[in-house]
């Protein structure tokens, strides 16, 4: 399985660049990094996804070194209602035993 | 529907009782997923159905967990002779295609269950 390890929680001010990084030492070749976002309450909802190199959406954009070891999710500009638990997910090349979300990283977003 | 829904929103029960908790996946996708949440943790997986073919239960704790999908679209998890370390959020997820493809997961509300 890839492992994945994220900060357990993250501060940031309202309007502020936001970067998250996860490392997957272990990754396979054939492997998608994708970003989710839970709220309280709710099921997570997708972010982002990418291989290699950049992927940019309206909403964030991920970087992926060459190595593909780390991957780095940034939010432009974020506001209080990005408060919110971030989890990054590595798979979708073997089984869905793999698709196992770590604990996350809870980035609150201050005032 | 929409989205993936979920059934019911909380569950209350006794330990030693069964539960059943439903999964209405979004219409059109083969793929279907259960996950548990505990309090506080990231999302376990437990069970994952793709089209026609053999459910991978690789995540299921125990012979107490069991799963099945009929026709391709609802999914119902049952729980026998529930323990109190089973109280977490089961989260279902669907998406167009399998693992292999790569495919955005969409989660439904989950269902909280507490054992007392």
């Known amino acids: 399985l890839a492992k994945t390890t994220q900060p357990i929680s993250m501060d940031s001010y309202e309007g502020q660049e936001v970067n998250i990084t996860c490392s997957h030492n272990n990754i396979a070749t054939n492997d998608y990094i994708t970003w989710y976002q839970q709220f309280p309450s709710q099921g997570p909802r997708f972010i982002i996804q990418?291989?290699?190199t950049k992927v940019t959406n309206e909403v964030a954009s991920l970087f992926i070194p060459a190595d593909r070891k780390s991957s780095t999710l940034s939010l432009p500009r974020v506001s209080l209602s990005d408060t919110a638990v971030y989890y990054c997910?590595?798979?979708?090349?073997?089984?869905?035993?793999?698709?196992?979300f770590g604990s996350g990283t809870q980035l609150t977003v201050l005032p | 529907g929409a989205g993936v829904s979920q059934s019911p929103s909380n569950k209350v029960t006794e330990k030693g009782k069964d539960v059943e908790l439903r999964c209405d996946p979004i219409s059109g996708h083969t793929a279907l997923y259960w996950y548990r949440q505990s309090l506080g943790q990231g999302l376990e997986f437990l069970i994952y159905?793709?089209?026609?073919?053999?459910?991978?239960k690789s995540g299921l704790p125990s012979d107490r967990f069991s799963a099945e999908r009929t026709g391709g679209s609802v999914s119902t998890l049952t729980i026998q002779r529930t323990q109190q370390e089973d109280s977490a959020v089961y989260l279902c997820?669907?998406?167009?295609?399998?693992?292999?493809?790569?495919?955005?997961?969409?989660f439904g509300p989950g269902t909280r269950l507490t054992v007392l």
């Open positions: 997910l590595v798979g979708g090349s073997g089984s869905a035993r793999q698709l196992t």
């Open positions: 997820a669907s998406s167009l295609e399998g693992v292999m493809t790569y495919n955005e997961q969409f």
């Open positions: 159905f793709q089209g026609n073919s053999a459910p991978d």
């Open positions: 990418g291989y290699k």
